[in-house]
């Protein structure tokens, strides 16, 4: 193709073509005569019958330019705007469905028998059960690389009894709620905007509008509800875990008994960090639920958005999980000590 390219380059445009002896031609190479010829017909050209077809179409078409885009100086301006309109734009329909799902919810109050219970049960099961197994193994190896980097410095200082106040807080108050919290928003918030998505691309929700079935009483609030009965109950789960890591990882380094450890535990960390990261579950399962959900259903019917919007939520919800850890942190920051 380079070595037909540059011979035709080198011809002359307003020279005589004669085109007669070439038994077939496609678009490919009337083009690449096309632009030889500068994008007009020379003065003298013979063609074969069906040729002129080609070389019509091109005359008709004209020369085809590639847009050019235009650098400006400014330009991080707009593109700036763009970015606080979307995320504008996100946080008005993120505000909308957290009103959609406190009105559901007063519904769901009001007639509890008419409640999407089985949707509930099946969600705790999904979210909730069958997450016990990846929770309870990154606890466990979570508390074990804990209290062995800990007791490493705490040796130096001849403080090793206090490895049971520095783990019992850590986990139980940040690291437990967090840690089951980034869990279940990799594993079950991808799963629900998924799960939207996909109904989003096979229509399955328009044909719930049609049925007058709601989006909101029948998919969002029961994986809110489910999400925040499940993950206090993963949190529990996985600070037992954790604990249980740290202590076998004690028992190897400062030789700190089982017994011990437990005995300590509730005199190091009061009963108020243990409530603090319950409430903590609570709260980052709803958010993560709600975020999911809100990304689940702004999907539009294609492959590459269902794609881009599950990646896009599972950011998201670990980014609003770490946000709201920190409101938590600081309005607790006096609490439990």
Known sequence: MKTITAQLKDAP???QWDLSAIDSMDHLG?????????Y??????????????FFKRLETTGKLELPRHRSHAMNWIATLGGGMLHFLEHLQG???????VVQDLWHFARAPHRGPWKEISANIFHAGFQALGITALVGFLIGVVL????????????????LVNLLGMSIIR?????????????????SITAQLGVMRVTEELDAMLVM????????????????AISMPLLVIWTDAMALIGGMVSAKMELNLSARYFIQKLPDAVPLANYMIGLGKGAVFGMLIALVSCHFGL?????????????TTSVVTAITVVILADAVFAIVFNGVGF
Do not use: C
């Open 147 to 162: 209290s062995y980097l800990s007791a490493q410095q705490l040796r130096n200082f001849g403080g090793d009894i206090y």
């Open 40 to 53: 007009q017909r020379p003065a003298s050209l013979k063609l074969a019958p069906g040729q002129e077809e």
């Open 298 to 310: 702004r999907i539009q019917p294609n492959t590459e958005s269902l794609g881009r919007g599950t």
């Open 212 to 227: 007058g079935i709601s989006h909101g009483f029948r998919l969002v609030m029961p994986k809110v509800l489910a999400l």
């Open 13 to 15: 445009a307003d020279g």
């Open 94 to 100: 993120f505000v909308q469905l957290i009103g959609q």
């Open 30 to 38: 009337a083009q690449l005569l096309w632009q030889a010829w500068d």
């Open 174 to 190: 940040e690291l437990g709620p967090l840690l089951a919290a980034i869990l279940v928003a990799g594993r079950s918030g991808s």
